[in-house]
């Protein structure tokens, strides 16, 4: 303090308002001072909403914030569906709606219709009259992070109407209806995400007049989207056999709605995933172009598949340059449904390369017209048959050999790394799409390239964070020290302008489910 009165006192008084000056010089054209407000359940909204005097409802601060400013949600219950049509006005300004403790703050839903807003760490469960727990309503840039989204009649996030450029990220969505994310819109990031226990029939009731009961993972529609190291399972359980009567259960699902409806995915990479379905009808990524639309350039890559009927499913409508590499694709033997790990169908340049197909029976894959390369793949059966399919064994495919994972026992939940001696461990081609692992392993680690979707290595440990590098994505601390998440991917951008969704419409409007057709 000594030092700083002798500093003061030997410059000019005109220094500090010089500062002034040129702290608010450095503030964004149109934007004021950034600042933070708290919300309690022991506030009023009469109050100014310092930390000392809280504001009492979300809806209030969502009402008085500015571009820049954040807010946090103390503790508690909060009665409420919140509004945001506020924007902020680019990723440096944007206006932060953040529980202060993880999911400690609980409300009925967000509806977000402004651009650059973030909602984080809330516990959300909508009710019968907004059954959807958090819209985003067009707009660029809107970010939901780290929420748990649960029991919400129709679906947890639905990210809809042309909304663009939007991050899901690191949230966790349980016992929703019909699905757990649904988008459509284009350049949307949806990373890390937890979805379980959807169901067909929500226990708090169906919405009046809906058809197309399913009970998904993901539903997709539009284009230039990232989905990216996602955990999707126990949908549609059959153990909750009340719940779900007749489902169609995908981990990841994309139709082409009639005209007017909302659009086929297109352009996206499908990257890291993990997809656990034990209902018989359960698939992992069920795709169908029938409107005239094709289903086209996605990159299905280093993702694992446990299922029953289905692994991919490409056989209704048109489809044009589906790349599936290095994925595990893993059914039942012995089991009623299908099994099958691919089942494509006149779809134009197919890639199927460097993937692994275990117990995928009574064919392990059905490809068939259309144009195309499969190859380098290794095909097992545990009990020793040698595995059939369309196409047969190709040139540099291994068929009939055990791949060595770290542990199977031939049902669902093995650990698909491979082991030493795998007959997988340099066996796969190089692939310019796929330069690292689910887990982020640099390809390849020995002589050449490993099929599946874990590379063989020992060992490896991921490069240290350089002292004092930044975080990829800082939570905003409560004592407003740290700035707005501002790291993230925000998805593939090719720079082409994004085109208006055809699917506008009712932000929480039903959508009619689709199954796959087996093909004879």
């Not at 010089?18 to 919300?39: N, Q």
């Not at 809330?122 to 029991?151: K, M, Y």
């Not at 947890?156 to 909304?163: E, K, M, P, Q």
Request: charged fraction near 20%; proline fraction near 7%; aromatic fraction near 6%.
């Amino acid at each position: 303090m000594e030092r700083s009165r002798a500093w003061t006192a030997g410059k000019s008084t005109a220094a500090p308002a010089l500062a002034a000056v040129l702290a608010l010089a450095l503030v964004p054209h149109g934007a004021a001072l950034a600042a933070t407000y708290w919300v309690s359940t022991e506030g009023d909204d009469s109050n100014p909403g310092t930390s000392e005097s809280p504001w009492r409802t979300i809806q209030q601060a969502a009402d008085t914030i500015a571009p820049g400013d954040t807010v946090f949600v103390r503790e508690g219950t909060y009665d409420e569906r919140v509004t945001v049509s506020g924007s902020g006005t680019g990723e440096g300004t944007r206006i932060i709606l953040q529980a202060e403790s993880p999911r400690g703050a609980r409300c009925t839903g967000f509806l977000i219709t402004g651009d650059y807003v973030t909602v984080a760490g809330f516990e959300v469960e909508a009710g019968l009259d907004r059954p959807t727990g958090i819209v985003v309503d067009g707009g660029t840039g809107v970010e939901v992070r780290d929420c748990h989204v649960h029991d919400c009649p129709l679906g947890g996030i639905d990210v809809a109407n042309g909304a663009t450029q939007a991050r899901i990220t690191g949230n966790l969505l349980e016992h929703n209806g019909q699905w757990g994310v649904r988008v459509s819109g284009s350049h949307v990031l949806l990373e890390a995400n937890e979805i379980a226990y959807t169901v067909q029939h929500h226990p708090k009731g169906d919405m009046p007049d809906f058809t197309g009961y399913d009970a998904d993972g993901m539903r997709i529609h539009g284009d230039h989207h990232v989905i990216r190291s996602n955990d999707i399972h126990d949908i549609a359980d059959p153990a909750d056999a009340e719940h779900n009567i007749d489902p169609h259960a995908d981990c990841i699902q994309t139709i082409d709605e009639p005209p007017g409806g909302r659009p086929v995915m297109t352009d996206t990479v499908i990257e890291g995933n993990h997809c656990l379905v034990n209902h018989p009808y359960g698939k992992g990524i069920m795709m169908s172009a029938e409107q005239g639309n094709p289903c086209h350039d996605l990159t299905i890559m280093n993702n694992v598949f446990e299922y029953r009927d289905e692994g991919i499913c490409a056989n209704l409508g048109l489809f044009e340059n589906i790349l599936v590499l290095n994925n595990v694709f893993k059914a039942n033997l012995d089991d009623p449904p299908w099994g099958v790990s691919i089942a494509m169908l006149d779809v134009s340049g197919y890639l199927v390369e460097n993937n692994i197909m275990v117990d995928c029976h009574a064919e392990s894959r059905k490809i068939e017209g259309g144009s195309g390369v499969v190859d380098y793949n290794l095909v097992w059966f545990s009990s020793g048959v040698v595995p059939t399919g369309t196409p047969g064994p190709q040139p540099h495919e291994l068929v009939g050999v055990d791949p060595l994972f770290a542990s199977y026992s031939g049902a669902h939940g093995g650990d698909y790394h491979l082991t030493a001696g795998s007959p997988a461990i340099d066996a796969g081609l190089a692939l310019a799409e796929v330069t690292i692992d689910r887990d982020g392993v640099p390809r390849p680690q020995g002589a050449a390239h490993d099929i599946g979707a874990y590379e063989y290595a020992p060992g490896w440990e991921p490069d240290p964070v350089p002292d004092g590098a930044p975080d990829a994505a800082p939570d905003v601390q409560p004592d407003g020290g740290e700035g707005a998440d501002e790291g993230a991917d925000a998805g593939p951008d090719t720079g082409i302008d994004a085109p208006a969704d055809p699917g506008a419409g009712e932000a929480e409007g039903a959508s009619a489910g689709c199954g796959c057709t087996l093909i004879d």
